[in-house]
């Protein structure tokens, strides 16, 4: 007589794994119900973070709306991919993840200013911690959320670090340059371009045309951002 080892316990359970798992084409399932809430879920949570600090924080002082459209695609965009990655394996999906972002850094056809630069990253870090960390409770990840808002309000709220903008002048008064001319120079740059200038910084001199570039260094009231400050030419 033939032993069976037939378990009908062990049937039951891969019976019902399979039940939970849903229906499935080719070994994938079609329909994951916990991981497609998961990632409702956590995709709301960073598209509300990094709208919030486009929103209220870069697009309220720099008005500039294709920056706006890029950092909201690119949220969305890197919390995807890694969101998707992190069912590889721990090495190509880090590695590849990795190399996305920081290609992407370089998607660009001019110079981006360094703010605009510094938001960037700061929408790709939050969205590559939202995207990787399966495994951190919610708490934590709140907690973290909360504290980039946080930084970037103290930052940009001024109470803490007084903003002081610059802008590259060419002056033709030549005269004026000199160490003992500064008190007169800095009234003329006063009256001539309306800036509540604190500071001037001579320098690359033309003896030649009877010019200088200056750097002036002024405060705003209006918290605004110019954007233009250290352009000096047409492209």
């Not at 294709?66 to 721990?90: E, G, K, R, V």
């Not at 110079?111 to 590559?128: C, D, K, N, Q, W």
């Not at 109470?159 to 060419?170: N, Y």
Request: charged share 20%; hydrophobic share 50%; aromatic share 14%.
């Amino acid at each position: 007589m033939i032993q069976s080892d037939y378990d009908p316990g062990i049937v039951q359970e891969f019976t019902q794994a399979l039940a939970e798992k849903g229906p499935s084409f080719m070994g994938v399932s079609l329909f994951d119900p916990n991981i497609l809430l998961m990632l409702l879920i956590r995709f709301t949570a960073n598209l509300l973070v990094c709208w919030i600090i486009i929103q209220f924080f870069y697009y309220r002082k720099s008005v500039r709306k294709d920056y706006y459209f890029t950092f909201m695609l690119f949220s969305c965009t890197i919390f995807l991919l890694l969101f998707i990655l992190q069912n590889l394996s721990m090495e190509f999906g880090f590695a590849l993840g990795l190399f996305c972002i920081f290609g992407m850094i370089r998607y660009r056809t001019e110079t981006v200013a360094i703010r605009e630069m510094t938001y960037l990253f700061v929408i790709i870090g939050i969205s590559a911690v939202n995207g990787l960390s399966m495994d951190v409770d919610y708490t934590t990840l709140l907690v973290a959320n909360l504290l980039f808002i946080a930084i970037i309000w103290v930052l940009e709220s001024n109470k803490f670090v007084k903003h002081t903008s610059t802008k590259i002048v060419l002056y033709e008064k030549i005269a004026l340059i000199k160490p003992d001319k500064y008190e007169e120079m800095l009234d003329d740059l006063k009256e001539r371009t309306g800036l509540n200038i604190t500071k001037v910084e001579v320098g690359h001199i033309d003896f030649l045309r009877d010019v200088a570039f200056i750097k002036v260094y002024y405060k705003i009231t209006s918290g605004e951002i110019n954007t233009i400050d250290t352009i000096t030419r047409f492209s």
